[in-house]
């Protein structure tokens, strides 16, 4: 089984935190996993250029999200963190989503319907001020035909100050470490 991760963060903070420890978990049940990081990718807007998109079904931009169109094709199932901006997934992690329009153009959905996905979304509320963002996501997977499999909403703080490791550590999210490891179990 291949895995791929995508860290919709746009800095390093409680996302790729979690993408990370979600990796080590694939990692130790012998799955092969990528871990991508959006913030370290060149990944344009959407133009909206759909006369070239739904002819070729390919996108006209040379960037990378060429490359990651491919490796998602390639994938058996998927992982997607990020955080909360305003109940929606950051602006780099929308830019990510907007791309992928030509996989739907292609008429991906039944290969998609194969692949399994969790999504989980980390905000600085409450898990259910959170929970919008963690649907968003959801949603952009299912339209792909992708199955859903778990999708967790967590609370966690913005400033971190070097702490790396607080979403996994904080006392309100106890057992978190064992809740995603039964996501990942899902997969």
Avoid: W
Avoid at 9 to 38: A, M, Y
Avoid at 83 to 102: A, E, L, T
Avoid at 171 to 178: A, D, I, M, Q, S
């Amino acid at each position: 089984m291949k895995v791929l991760s995508i860290c919709g963060s746009p800095r390093k903070g409680n996302s790729e935190t979690l993408v990370l420890f979600i990796q080590d978990l694939l990692k130790k049940k012998g799955v092969d996993n990528e871990v991508v990081l959006l913030r370290t990718k060149n990944i344009k807007h959407c133009g909206g250029c759909v006369e070239f998109c739904n002819k070729n079904l390919k996108c006209l931009q040379k960037d990378d999200m060429n490359e990651l169109v491919r490796k998602m094709e390639q994938a058996d199932g998927f992982v997607f963190v990020c955080p909360n901006y305003f109940s929606m997934p950051p602006g780099i992690f929308k830019d990510f989503i907007d791309r992928c329009s030509v996989l739907y153009t292609a008429n991906k959905q039944d290969e998609f319907g194969k692949k399994k996905a969790i999504v989980i979304c980390v905000g600085a509320e409450e898990p259910e001020y959170t929970d919008a963002c963690t649907n968003n996501v959801a949603q952009y997977c299912e339209t792909l035909g992708m199955n859903v499999v778990g999708r967790k909403s967590i609370r966690s703080r913005s400033e971190l100050q070097g702490n790396y490791n607080y979403v996994l550590e904080t006392p309100h999210n106890k057992g978190l470490k064992e809740e995603i490891e039964e996501l990942v179990n899902l997969l």
